[in-house]
Structures are given as C-alpha cells and as structure tokens.
C-alpha cells in the first residue's frame, strides 16, 4: 500500500533547512520507494500550525494522492520549554491539536540545529550549516539513541519513533 507522508516544518521553502534533516534521517535509515511519497508544507514559524493557508495546502496534498494512506506530521522546536512558560504553553498547545486532529508530531529539544549538530546556532547560518551536514553525510556519525527519546530532553528527538510506523528500516 502507497503511504504518503505530508511535513509541516517550521522553515521556509527558500532556506528549507529542517528538511533537510529530516530528509537524510530518512534516506539514511530507511526504504524509500515509489511507494512512499514525502510532501512538505512550509509554515514559516510554528506559530502557523493551525493557519488557513497551511491548512488549506494539507488538505490539497491529501486529496491529490488518491493511491493510498496520507499521513500528516508536525516537526516542531521545543525552544526553551523548560524555562520559558510561553513557550511550554505554546508546545503543549500543538502537542493537543495534533493529538486531536490525528496528526503525529516530531520534536526537536531545543530545535532541529540543537539535535543533528549538538549545539543551537544563530538564523544567518542554518542554511549553510544543513548544506555541510548533508554534504558531509554526517548523518552517519549520528547517534541514533538521540533521535529515538520518549521524552524531551536536549539535543534529543523523537524522529525515528514517529517514522518507524510508516517506513521500513534498511
């Protein structure tokens, strides 16, 4: 069965660097093949998740895949959620409209930089940092214990929990 799955990243389509991440986990631990169709929505911020026009694009994208199952997914930073109330309110907020409108959610603790490079990093360099992780496959060098936590905890994701359920593993 054909398995389409729809990510809503919290960047923009020009700078596309969550994607990029997020596409090396995939073509690097699982089976991608002409049954498995990976969309994006671009939301600019995470404050969008629920915004018309996004909400507009997943509906277009899941009827327009007419082969098979569609399966949305949020990709959102915790930020500072530990210490900034504003931003637990917030997390905790997609975390239930995702949880009620049936999508998944994949977390990054802090942000996505903080998980595949170990350290945050400033918006003026995230796009050339993605390109040199990517060019230097350091995907590879990736402990996978940090990409597969139940719970937030910094530099940790719940990536591959979430994938695993739709993709097979190499």
């Keep these: 069965m054909a398995i389409q799955l729809i990510f809503c990243v919290e960047t923009n389509k020009r700078a596309d660097t969550d994607s990029i991440y997020?596409?090396?986990?995939?073509?690097?631990?699982?089976?991608?093949?002409?049954?498995?169709?990976?969309?994006?929505?671009?939301?600019?911020?995470?404050?969008?998740?629920?915004?018309?026009?996004?909400?507009?694009?997943?509906?277009?994208?899941?009827?327009?895949?007419?082969i098979g199952e569609t399966r949305v997914i949020y990709c959102i930073d915790t930020d500072g959620y530990e210490k900034d109330i504003e931003h637990k309110r917030e997390f905790d907020e997609i975390r239930r409209y995702c949880r009620e409108g049936g999508y998944d959610l994949i977390w990054f603790?802090?942000?996505?930089?903080?998980?595949?490079?170990g350290r945050r990093i400033s918006d003026s360099v995230k796009v050339q940092e993605a390109a040199v992780f990517k060019r230097k496959r350091k995907i590879e060098e990736m402990d996978l214990d940090k990409l597969t936590c139940n719970t937030e905890r910094v530099h940790t994701s719940n990536i591959v929990n979430v994938l695993d359920q739709y993709l097979s593993r190499r």
């Design 109 to 117: 603790c802090h942000d996505v930089e903080d998980v595949y490079l």
């Design 22 to 66: 997020i596409r090396e986990t995939i073509n690097h631990l699982y089976i991608v093949n002409n049954k498995v169709k990976i969309s994006k929505v671009y939301m600019n911020t995470k404050t969008r998740y629920r915004a018309r026009d996004v909400q507009k694009e997943i509906t277009g994208l899941t009827r327009a895949f007419t």
